[in-house]
């Protein structure tokens, strides 16, 4: 039996949109049950089935509350005495041993337990029964698991009031400390009551920070010292620069004059390289590098206003936002500027105006970060706008490697230290994304969503397997990245070196086009006179169109007139011709009209 | 009692071994080598810990019972061997 529905369709209507409509269910075709045919069917009997007896389990996830903890100590006095002996009388004590000794348990328990004990201290002393046996053979290739990163700690800011957590940096020495500078970067909107300090947290207790800083305007940025450990360099909100020693206490042991300082938020800091590790730069919004000394702090002694026209005009200087410096490249250093331009310097410089060797840009808006590559520094990496990209100091066009573009904003970014291939970018919508390009160049390796607000800064540890990140209401979130994406592959230094100068070829071959195009078309535009009738022809269209459509109406406009008068003249004539031909030319008016211009145009 | 006195000594004479003591139920020591604070919490925590382990085997499977205990520390090996009323510890100093 055929079951078949049939409908209708007019020829006009076909290509016509869809435009669906309720109806109620409409039954087609309703086949009831025949009982004859039940007498077909022969019964089975037995019928084998499979069941399983087993107990049933589930399984349950829970988090639980995130618990204080203490560290405690406990003094262990001597105790376990009887009762008749008092443990701090010598000679009782002695007398108790004495007649224990003499118990003829203990000779025996003494016996046996010496017998075991001398095998096992005989069999230490023997082999070491804990050696590893296959510790010198190539560890194999773990197989491909699948890259993994996990949260360990939550540092939270204890103040009620909460701030960005705006910069954060690892003790030098073992990394087992962390400053985190706390700012609030909303212009003018700090809340009022918001307390300046910022911590240094010791990663074994998430509860409470180990020290505290108190500047006198919130810190933008902080860095640790990497020749000396205990001395911090922190840039303030205000423009000042100060220097903490961590022995000394809490409060700033140096602050620079504010006359002389930035006159915006600091926004990049770092240590030089120096004998006596006391120079530093710093860089902010207000167009300026200053060096300092933090013997001598209250003046800078060098300043270098960015302004690419190298005409030293504060006015027109560019913004620095990041700022870079590599201490294998002591003479060199770059500056991240808030309009999208990586500006490269040379201390070295004798004129002022030679300090900016050159320009990058290609980003549309502030590059938050910009770090070169550990491995080859001839690349670096900024993170700006909606993407990060990767540049080569030779491609000055366009970086030679770059994302796409991401649904949030991109706000920090930093290379790891262990492998040339693998870095780091934090968005505004709270996620980490790991890239790995030497195993996939469009996506990250890994996305993960570290909390709910903006992460506003990365760091990475020395060892790369720690990565802490701040975010917008100051929680610090320390995660361990899975050791897939901490340890060096095998070639891929090579990989990666190799991919550089391709992707640097590339560019240079597009760069080298470009320029050809460029010089052919102005040989062009100089041997013609037209260009400027062109020109003129451009500026003129929009009139020319309005002209147009005026015209268009003034012509729909007289027809319409004359059919009318054409009407009334045909009225004496057969009443209902005319009124017909009327109510013709009434409705079909529109498209009558157009018919009626096209001829007319056609003729 | 001698041979008690010659069993310990020969214990102690062994290479590496720092320190030996004998501790009774109650966590108080018999006899021992090593000043009086370090044996006090040496015997404090490994009775414990000795009571903890005998426990757990015993817990798994009541046939079975504890013989013997070995810690191995970065810096050294603390091995336990347990009776029913005493406790022979021995700190030795693995050479590798």
Same mark, same amino acid.
């Given at each position: 039996m055929e079951i078949v529905y049939v409908y209708l369709k007019k020829r006009s209507e076909f290509g016509k949109q869809?435009?669906?409509?309720?109806?109620?269910?409409?039954?087609?075709?309703?086949?009831?049950?025949?009982?004859?045919?039940?007498?077909? /069917?022969?019964?089975?009997?037995?019928?084998?089935?499979?069941?399983?007896?087993?107990?049933?389990?589930? @399984?349950? @996830?829970?988090?639980?509350?995130? /618990?204080?903890?203490e560290s405690r100590g406990v003094?262990?006095?001597?105790?376990?005495?009887?009762?008749?002996?008092?443990?701090?009388?010598?000679?009782?004590?002695?007398? /108790?041993?004495?007649?224990?000794?003499?118990? @003829?348990n203990y000779i025996n328990a003494i016996m046996q337990l010496g017998l075991i004990m001398e095998h096992c201290i005989k069999q230490n002393n023997a082999i070491d029964i804990y050696q590893e046996y296959f510790d010198d053979e190539e560890e194999v290739e773990v197989t491909e698991e699948a890259s993994s990163a996990k949260t360990i700690n939550v540092f939270r800011d204890p103040q009620e009031i909460r701030r960005t957590a705006t910069h954060l940096s690892w003790h030098p020495d073992g990394n087992r400390k962390l400053a985190v500078a706390y700012s609030c970067l909303d212009f003018q909107r700090a809340p009022v009551g918001m307390s300046h300090e910022s911590y240094i947290w010791d990663l074994e207790n998430p509860n409470r920070p180990e020290m505290a800083l108190k500047p006198s305007s919130p810190l933008v940025t902080l860095e640790y010292n990497p020749k000396d450990s205990h001395v911090i360099l922190?840039?303030?909100y205000n423009g000042q620069i100060a220097c903490w020693d961590t022995r000394k206490g809490s409060l700033v042991a140096e602050l620079s004059t504010i006359e002389f300082s930035h006159r915006d938020p600091v926004y990049g800091s770092i240590w030089l390289q120096s004998k006596t590790g006391t120079e530093c730069f710093s860089a902010s919004t207000d167009g300026q590098v200053m060096w300092w000394d933090i013997r001598k702090i209250s003046e800078p002694t060098e300043v270098v206003i960015l302004d690419i026209t190298k005409k030293e005009q504060l006015e027109s200087a560019l913004g620095a936002i990041s700022l870079e410096f590599e201490p294998t490249l002591p003479t060199k250093f770059m500056v991240g500027t808030e309009q999208g331009i990586v500006i490269s310097c040379n201390r070295k410089a004798k004129t002022a105006a030679e300090k900016i060797v050159c320009t990058f840009s290609g980003h549309h808006g502030p590059i938050y970060a910009l770090q070169r590559n550990p491995f080859y520094p001839k690349n670096f990496l900024t993170v700006g706008d909606w993407t990060a990209r990767i540049w080569s100091e030779d491609s000055r066009e366009s970086s030679i490697m770059w994302t796409k573009y991401h649904m949030a904003y991109l706000t920090d970014g930093a290379w790891s230290p262990v492998r040339p291939a693998v870095f780091f970018t934090t968005k505004m919508d709270g996620t980490l994304d790991i890239w790995d390009f030497v195993f996939k160049q469009s996506d990250p390796a890994l996305s993960?969503?570290?909390?709910?607000?903006?992460l506003f800064c990365l760091r990475v540890q020395d060892n790369g397997c720690l990565i802490a990140c701040g975010s917008q209401n100051g929680t610090t979130t320390l995660l361990e990245v899975s050791s897939g994406l901490s340890t060096l592959q095998r070639n891929e230094r090579n990989i990666a070196s190799s991919m550089f100068e391709r992707?640097?070829?590339?560019?240079?071959? =597009?760069?080298?086009?470009?320029?050809?195009?460029?010089?052919?078309?102005?040989?062009?535009?100089?041997?013609?006179?037209?260009?400027?009738?062109?020109?003129?022809?451009?500026?003129?269209?929009? @009139?020319?169109?309005?002209?147009?459509e005026k015209e268009f109406f003034d012509i729909v406009f007289?027809?319409?007139?004359?059919?009318?008068?054409?009407?009334?003249?045909?009225?004496?004539?057969?009443?209902?011709?005319?009124? =017909?031909?009327?109510?013709?030319?009434?409705?079909?008016d529109y498209t009558g009209e157009e018919e009626e211009v096209s001829d007319e145009k056609s003729v | 009692m001698t041979e008690v006195e010659e069993t310990l000594k020969r214990i102690q004479s062994h290479k590496g071994v720092i320190g030996t003591m004998v501790v009774n139920a109650e966590g108080i020591?018999?006899?021992?080598?090593?000043?009086?604070?370090?044996?006090?919490?040496?015997?404090?925590?490994l009775h414990q810990l000795t009571i903890k382990a005998k426990s757990t085997i015993r817990d798994i499977d009541p046939q079975n019972d504890l013989t013997f205990l070995r810690i191995r520390s970065k810096k050294h090996e603390i091995m336990v061997a347990p009776d029913k009323e005493y406790l022979l510890i021995v700190i030795q100093n693995p050479c590798e």
């Open positions: 869809c435009n669906f409509s309720d109806r109620p269910a409409d039954l087609n075709i309703d086949i009831l049950p025949n009982p004859e045919l039940a007498a077909q /069917f022969v019964e089975r009997n037995p019928v084998d089935t499979g069941t399983q007896c087993s107990v049933s389990m589930s @399984e349950h @996830e829970a988090n639980t509350e995130r /618990f204080e903890m003094n262990h006095v001597e105790g376990g005495w009887p009762k008749d002996v008092n443990p701090l009388e010598l000679e009782q004590t002695i007398r /108790f041993r004495k007649k224990v000794e003499k118990d @003829e922190g840039g303030c993960l969503k570290v909390c709910d607000e903006a992707e640097t070829r590339r560019e240079k071959i =597009l760069e080298a086009r470009q320029k050809e195009m460029r010089l052919k078309e102005k040989g062009k535009a100089e041997g013609k006179d037209d260009d400027q009738r062109d020109e003129e022809l451009a500026t003129n269209l929009e @009139e020319m169109v309005a002209q147009a007289t027809e319409l007139k004359k059919k009318e008068v054409e009407a009334m003249a045909k009225k004496t004539k057969p009443q209902k011709k005319a009124s =017909l031909e009327m109510d013709e030319e009434v409705e079909g | 020591p018999i006899r021992t080598t090593l000043d009086n604070s370090t044996t006090v919490q040496y015997a404090g925590l």
